[in-house]
């Protein structure tokens, strides 16, 4: 449970870093951020797979590359559910994106340093 509320914390975090670094994103307050964490990590466990396997010869067509339409429509989608976070559009969602899958990354693998 502990590993639970600690990825979510810094999924937040992620969040809020992100918001923070990219004029075409923010978030309002913390506990939004927590929501948004939330909210994306839902759609990621349960719309993006069903995406995935909608599109998979898009996705073959283009290489994989499709898979990053599908993570900015994840973006959007949460954005038009959470009032207190804002993005600008398609290409901001996209580089948002990718802002947290890096810092998920980073922040992962000091989880996972922090626990041994």
């Given at each position: 449970m502990l590993s639970f509320i600690v990825k979510w914390v810094l999924s937040?975090?992620?969040?809020?870093?992100?918001?923070?670094i990219l004029p075409g994103v923010s978030v309002e307050s913390?506990?939004?951020?927590?929501?948004?964490?939330?909210i994306l990590s839902l759609f990621n466990a349960i719309l993006r797979p069903i995406l995935v396997i909608l599109t998979i010869p898009v996705t073959i067509l283009t290489l994989g590359l499709f898979l990053l339409v599908i993570n900015a429509v994840i973006v959007l989608l949460t954005d038009a559910m959470?009032?207190?976070?804002?993005?600008?559009?398609f290409w901001w969602a996209?580089?948002?994106?990718?802002?947290i899958s890096i810092l998920g990354?980073?922040?992962?693998r000091i989880a996972e340093g922090v626990g041994n």
């Amino acid at each position: 449970m502990l590993s639970f509320i600690v990825k979510w914390v810094l999924s937040a975090v992620a969040v809020l870093i992100a918001a923070y670094i990219l004029p075409g994103v923010s978030v309002e307050s913390f506990w939004a951020a927590l929501l948004v964490a939330v909210i994306l990590s839902l759609f990621n466990a349960i719309l993006r797979p069903i995406l995935v396997i909608l599109t998979i010869p898009v996705t073959i067509l283009t290489l994989g590359l499709f898979l990053l339409v599908i993570n900015a429509v994840i973006v959007l989608l949460t954005d038009a559910m959470i009032g207190d976070f804002y993005v600008s559009g398609f290409w901001w969602a996209l580089i948002f994106s990718l802002v947290i899958s890096i810092l998920g990354a980073i922040f992962d693998r000091i989880a996972e340093g922090v626990g041994n």
